[in-house]
C-alpha cells in the first residue's frame, strides 16, 4: 500500500485520503502556508505541524491552554518572591512551537512590565534542500539529518510502517542512499550562517507558529534561540520555566541530572525554577504536575507543588546542591 502526500499549497484543501487518515504535509509547504497571515489553513497546518517529527522522532507538540490550571498559581508565587526586582529576566526552555510561550509572556507581562523573555527549543528550524541533478528535495532537521523527502504527489519519512505502507518504505530508502553522499558533503561543508554551496539550493523555515511568531517580531523584549539543554544558558535568568522536557521518559538520570545542573548554573540566587509535565484528561483539558524552585546558596528550596509535583524534584535537589 502507498500513502501520498501534501506537496503543494493547493493540497491543503484535501488533507485526509479517501479513507479520512491525516496526509503527511511538505514541511516547506507547511509552514509557508501556516505563517500566511491570511490564515487560510491555520487548522490544517496546527494538526500537521504536531504530528511532524524530526529525524529522530522528536515532535513539537503543544495546545493552547496547557498550563491554565497552574498559571494563576504560579504567578501568585512568582508575584511574591520577585516582586523586588526592577526587571525580570525570563527563559522558556523547550517551547515546541511557540505556544504555551506566547501566553506565559501575556501572564508574566501584566506582572513585570520590565520583563525581558527568552524562548527556546533544540529543533528550531528545517532546510529544505534541493541537490543538483535531483527531483527529489530533502527535508532536514536542526541537526541537518533527513526527515523528509518529496517529490510529486509522495512525502516520505523515516517514520512510515514497513507494513501498512511499504511502497514509502521501500522508496525512502532508495532516495535517502541515492541522496546520501551529496547531503554527507553539504553537513561537513555548511552550517547556519554559512554561504551554501555550489550544487545546493537552502531554504529554512522557522519552527514555530503565527502566534510566536509575530510575538518575536513584534516586540524587542522577546526573542527566541536555538538552545541545547546539555549546556549553558547565555546569561543569568531570575526565572526558568522547563515544561514537558526534562524528564526520565526523554532523558537518563545522568543526562537529566546534567541539564538541571546547566539551568541551576544560569540562575540567579533566588530565581526560581518551575519544572513539570502535563497531562491530558479523560474528559477534556490538562491537568500540570510541577513544582515550583527558589535557588539558595546550599541548594534548592521547594515553595510549591501542584498536582502531585514534578516526577523530577530529586534530580532538582541533587543538582542544585553539587553546583
Sequence with gaps: MIRLGVTCREGLSRPKTLIGLQKDIAASVLMAAWQDPSGTYDDVCRQAFHRLKMSNG???TSAPGRFD?????????IDKELRGLCSLAVHDLGVSDGTTAVEWFGRLDTLAPEIVFTLSDYYDRCYVVQCEGSRWTAVLDAELLPMQFFRGPLVLTPHQSALYYPVNWVTW???????????????????????VPRGFAVDDYLLLGPEALKLVADNERV???RHDVMKPLDREYSLIR????????????????????MIR???ADGGLLIIGRSMARPNGGWTTACSVFK????????????????????FVRRAFQST
Excluded at 490550571?69 to 508565587?77: E, F, P, R
Excluded at 541548594?299 to 509535583?309: D, Q
Aim: hydrophobic letters at 45%.
Design 69 to 77: 490550571d497552574v498559571d494563576d498559581k504560579l504567578l501568585n508565587i
Design 173 to 195: 530508502r532508495l532516495v535517502a542512499r541515492l541522496l546520501s553522499p551529496a547531503l554527507q558533503r553539504l553537513r561537513r561543508q555548511w552550517g547556519p550562517g554559512l554561504p
Design 58 to 60: 522528536v515532535v513539537k
Design 265 to 267: 548554573n544560569s540562575l
Design 295 to 314: 535557588a539558595t546558596t546550599t541548594g534548592a528550596e521547594e515553595l510549591a507543588s501542584f498536582n502531585g509535583g514534578s516526577e523530577v524534584s530529586e
Design 223 to 225: 526573542r527566541f534561540v
Design 242 to 261: 522547563v515544561m514537558n522536557l526534562l524528564n526520565l521518559g526523554y532523558f537518563p538520570s545522568e543526562r537529566l541530572l546534567g541539564a538541571l545542573q
